[in-house]
T-cell receptor
Protein backbone atom coordinates (compact mmCIF):
# COMPACT_ATOMS: atom_id res chain seq x y z
CA UNK A 1 0.00 0.00 0.00
CA UNK A 2 1.35 3.44 -0.87
CA UNK A 3 2.41 5.58 2.04
CA UNK A 4 3.70 9.02 2.91
CA UNK A 5 7.11 8.87 4.55
CA UNK A 6 8.51 11.47 6.91
CA UNK A 7 12.08 11.83 8.11
CA UNK A 8 13.43 12.03 10.71
CA UNK A 9 10.96 10.50 13.15
CA UNK A 10 12.39 12.63 15.95
CA UNK A 11 14.57 15.72 15.73
CA UNK A 12 16.06 17.73 18.54
CA UNK A 13 17.33 21.22 17.76
CA UNK A 14 18.56 24.22 19.68
CA UNK A 15 16.46 27.35 19.87
CA UNK A 16 17.30 29.75 17.06
CA UNK A 17 18.54 27.04 14.72
CA UNK A 18 17.04 26.31 11.32
CA UNK A 19 15.36 22.96 10.87
CA UNK A 20 14.07 21.17 7.78
CA UNK A 21 11.45 18.46 8.05
CA UNK A 22 11.23 16.13 5.10
CA UNK A 23 8.35 14.29 3.55
CA UNK A 24 8.12 11.95 0.59
CA UNK A 25 4.52 12.08 -0.65
CA UNK A 26 2.88 9.34 -2.67
CA UNK A 27 4.33 9.53 -6.16
CA UNK A 28 1.34 10.56 -8.27
CA UNK A 29 -0.13 12.95 -5.74
CA UNK A 30 -0.57 16.63 -6.54
CA UNK A 31 -1.72 18.23 -3.27
CA UNK A 32 0.52 18.47 -0.23
CA UNK A 33 -0.12 19.58 3.32
CA UNK A 34 1.54 20.16 6.67
CA UNK A 35 -0.26 19.91 9.98
CA UNK A 36 1.16 20.02 13.49
CA UNK A 37 0.13 18.94 16.97
CA UNK A 38 1.63 20.56 20.04
CA UNK A 39 1.65 18.04 22.87
CA UNK A 40 -1.77 17.87 24.51
CA UNK A 41 -3.36 20.17 21.97
CA UNK A 42 -5.27 19.78 18.74
CA UNK A 43 -3.90 18.89 15.35
CA UNK A 44 -3.73 22.20 13.45
CA UNK A 45 -3.50 22.97 9.75
CA UNK A 46 -0.36 24.84 8.68
CA UNK A 47 -0.21 25.01 4.90
CA UNK A 48 -1.31 23.41 1.66
CA UNK A 49 0.69 23.34 -1.57
CA UNK A 50 -0.39 22.70 -5.13
CA UNK A 51 1.15 23.36 -8.52
CA UNK A 52 4.40 24.53 -6.91
CA UNK A 53 2.84 27.22 -4.81
CA UNK A 54 1.11 27.67 -1.49
CA UNK A 55 -2.66 27.44 -1.91
CA UNK A 56 -3.74 28.01 1.69
CA UNK A 57 -1.99 28.79 4.94
CA UNK A 58 -3.07 29.31 8.51
CA UNK A 59 -2.18 32.11 10.92
CA UNK A 60 0.44 29.83 12.43
CA UNK A 61 2.37 29.73 9.16
CA UNK A 62 4.24 33.00 9.52
CA UNK A 63 7.46 34.25 7.91
CA UNK A 64 9.51 31.78 9.95
CA UNK A 65 8.00 28.91 7.98
CA UNK A 66 8.49 27.98 4.34
CA UNK A 67 7.71 24.98 2.17
CA UNK A 68 9.14 23.73 -1.05
CA UNK A 69 9.22 20.78 -3.34
CA UNK A 70 12.88 20.88 -4.28
CA UNK A 71 13.19 17.89 -6.59
CA UNK A 72 9.74 16.72 -7.58
CA UNK A 73 9.64 13.98 -4.99
CA UNK A 74 10.35 15.54 -1.59
CA UNK A 75 8.17 18.09 0.15
CA UNK A 76 9.90 20.03 2.92
CA UNK A 77 8.91 22.30 5.76
CA UNK A 78 11.60 24.73 6.92
CA UNK A 79 11.54 26.65 10.16
CA UNK A 80 14.15 29.40 9.95
CA UNK A 81 14.76 30.22 13.59
CA UNK A 82 13.11 27.73 15.90
CA UNK A 83 11.41 28.74 19.10
CA UNK A 84 10.55 26.59 22.11
CA UNK A 85 6.88 26.79 21.12
CA UNK A 86 7.64 25.15 17.77
CA UNK A 87 8.08 21.87 19.62
CA UNK A 88 5.35 19.62 18.23
CA UNK A 89 4.56 16.62 16.09
CA UNK A 90 4.50 17.66 12.44
CA UNK A 91 2.40 15.66 9.99
CA UNK A 92 2.75 15.72 6.23
CA UNK A 93 -0.11 14.63 3.97
CA UNK A 94 -0.70 14.26 0.26
CA UNK A 95 -3.60 13.57 -2.04
CA UNK A 96 -4.14 13.09 -5.76
CA UNK A 97 -7.21 15.31 -5.81
CA UNK A 98 -8.78 18.11 -3.83
CA UNK A 99 -10.51 15.78 -1.40
CA UNK A 100 -9.92 15.38 2.30
CA UNK A 101 -11.00 11.76 2.24
CA UNK A 102 -8.31 10.98 -0.31
CA UNK A 103 -5.45 12.41 1.75
CA UNK A 104 -2.79 10.09 3.15
CA UNK A 105 -0.88 11.21 6.22
CA UNK A 106 2.67 10.39 7.22
CA UNK A 107 3.66 9.04 10.61
CA UNK A 108 4.87 12.41 11.81
CA UNK A 109 8.15 14.00 12.87
CA UNK A 110 8.47 14.94 16.51
CA UNK A 111 10.41 18.19 16.76
CA UNK A 112 11.86 19.11 20.13
CA UNK A 113 13.36 22.58 20.51
CA UNK A 114 15.64 22.96 23.53
CA UNK B 1 -14.70 29.24 14.51
CA UNK B 2 -15.07 25.53 13.97
CA UNK B 3 -13.99 23.22 16.77
CA UNK B 4 -14.00 19.58 17.81
CA UNK B 5 -14.04 18.30 21.37
CA UNK B 6 -13.33 14.70 22.20
CA UNK B 7 -12.93 12.85 25.44
CA UNK B 8 -9.56 12.97 27.08
CA UNK B 9 -7.53 9.83 27.35
CA UNK B 10 -6.00 7.52 27.87
CA UNK B 11 -8.93 5.16 27.74
CA UNK B 12 -8.02 1.68 28.98
CA UNK B 13 -10.30 -1.27 28.29
CA UNK B 14 -10.09 -5.03 28.41
CA UNK B 15 -10.27 -7.05 25.23
CA UNK B 16 -13.87 -7.67 24.04
CA UNK B 17 -15.21 -4.67 25.96
CA UNK B 18 -17.60 -2.18 24.38
CA UNK B 19 -15.99 1.08 23.26
CA UNK B 20 -17.39 4.58 23.07
CA UNK B 21 -15.24 7.62 22.37
CA UNK B 22 -17.27 10.81 22.57
CA UNK B 23 -16.91 13.60 20.03
CA UNK B 24 -18.90 16.83 19.77
CA UNK B 25 -18.41 19.66 17.34
CA UNK B 26 -19.15 23.31 16.68
CA UNK B 27 -19.29 24.44 13.08
CA UNK B 28 -20.89 26.93 10.76
CA UNK B 29 -22.77 25.36 7.89
CA UNK B 30 -23.00 21.64 7.40
CA UNK B 31 -19.70 19.90 8.07
CA UNK B 32 -18.56 16.47 7.05
CA UNK B 33 -17.36 14.43 10.02
CA UNK B 34 -14.46 12.00 10.24
CA UNK B 35 -12.64 9.65 12.55
CA UNK B 36 -8.93 9.13 11.95
CA UNK B 37 -6.75 6.52 13.66
CA UNK B 38 -3.01 6.55 14.27
CA UNK B 39 -1.47 3.19 15.12
CA UNK B 40 1.94 3.23 16.83
CA UNK B 41 4.65 4.36 14.42
CA UNK B 42 2.22 4.97 11.56
CA UNK B 43 0.48 7.93 9.96
CA UNK B 44 -3.04 9.18 10.44
CA UNK B 45 -5.49 6.97 8.56
CA UNK B 46 -9.06 7.77 7.71
CA UNK B 47 -11.20 5.27 9.66
CA UNK B 48 -14.71 6.37 8.71
CA UNK B 49 -16.73 9.37 7.66
CA UNK B 50 -20.26 10.77 7.44
CA UNK B 51 -21.24 13.67 5.23
CA UNK B 52 -24.78 14.53 6.35
CA UNK B 53 -27.13 14.25 9.30
CA UNK B 54 -28.14 10.72 10.31
CA UNK B 55 -25.46 9.14 8.11
CA UNK B 56 -23.64 6.27 9.76
CA UNK B 57 -20.01 5.69 8.90
CA UNK B 58 -18.55 2.24 9.53
CA UNK B 59 -15.27 0.41 9.02
CA UNK B 60 -13.37 -2.42 10.74
CA UNK B 61 -16.23 -2.92 13.22
CA UNK B 62 -16.24 0.75 14.22
CA UNK B 63 -19.34 2.91 13.74
CA UNK B 64 -20.28 6.54 14.23
CA UNK B 65 -23.56 8.31 13.51
CA UNK B 66 -23.79 11.98 12.52
CA UNK B 67 -26.21 13.49 15.05
CA UNK B 68 -27.03 17.04 14.05
CA UNK B 69 -29.42 17.63 16.96
CA UNK B 70 -26.72 16.89 19.52
CA UNK B 71 -23.79 17.97 17.28
CA UNK B 72 -22.09 14.67 18.04
CA UNK B 73 -20.23 11.92 16.21
CA UNK B 74 -19.38 9.32 18.85
CA UNK B 75 -17.18 6.39 17.87
CA UNK B 76 -18.35 2.92 18.95
CA UNK B 77 -17.19 -0.64 18.65
CA UNK B 78 -18.92 -3.64 20.13
CA UNK B 79 -15.90 -5.76 21.00
CA UNK B 80 -12.42 -4.25 20.97
CA UNK B 81 -9.19 -6.12 20.30
CA UNK B 82 -5.64 -5.49 21.42
CA UNK B 83 -4.88 -4.46 17.83
CA UNK B 84 -7.29 -1.52 18.21
CA UNK B 85 -4.84 0.18 20.56
CA UNK B 86 -4.10 3.51 18.89
CA UNK B 87 -4.83 7.22 19.02
CA UNK B 88 -8.22 8.20 17.59
CA UNK B 89 -8.92 11.69 16.22
CA UNK B 90 -12.32 13.15 15.50
CA UNK B 91 -12.33 15.80 12.76
CA UNK B 92 -14.63 17.92 10.65
CA UNK B 93 -14.42 19.70 7.34
CA UNK B 94 -16.47 22.62 6.07
CA UNK B 95 -14.14 23.77 3.32
CA UNK B 96 -15.67 21.89 0.45
CA UNK B 97 -13.46 18.87 0.59
CA UNK B 98 -9.79 19.75 0.59
CA UNK B 99 -7.51 18.40 3.32
CA UNK B 100 -6.58 21.95 4.30
CA UNK B 101 -10.07 22.31 5.73
CA UNK B 102 -9.74 19.67 8.44
CA UNK B 103 -10.35 20.71 12.04
CA UNK B 104 -9.18 18.03 14.46
CA UNK B 105 -9.77 17.23 18.08
CA UNK B 106 -6.90 16.53 20.47
CA UNK B 107 -7.02 12.79 20.01
CA UNK B 108 -7.92 9.98 22.40
CA UNK B 109 -5.33 7.36 23.25
CA UNK B 110 -6.99 3.95 23.48
CA UNK B 111 -5.22 1.10 25.25
CA UNK B 112 -6.69 -2.40 25.05
CA UNK B 113 -5.37 -4.92 27.55
CA UNK B 114 -5.51 -8.67 26.87
Amino acid sequence: EPEVTQTPSHQVTQMGQEVILRCVPISNHLYFYWYRQILGQKVEFLVSFYNNEISEKSEIFDDQFSVERPDGSNFTLKIRSTKLEDSAMYFCASSDRFSVTEAFFGQGTRLTVV
Amino acid sequence: GDSVTQMEGPVTLSEEAFLTINCTYTATGYPSLFWYVQYPGEGLQLLLKATKADDKGSNKGFEATYRKETTSFHLEKGSVQVSDSAVYFCALSTSGGGADGLTFGKGTHLIIQP
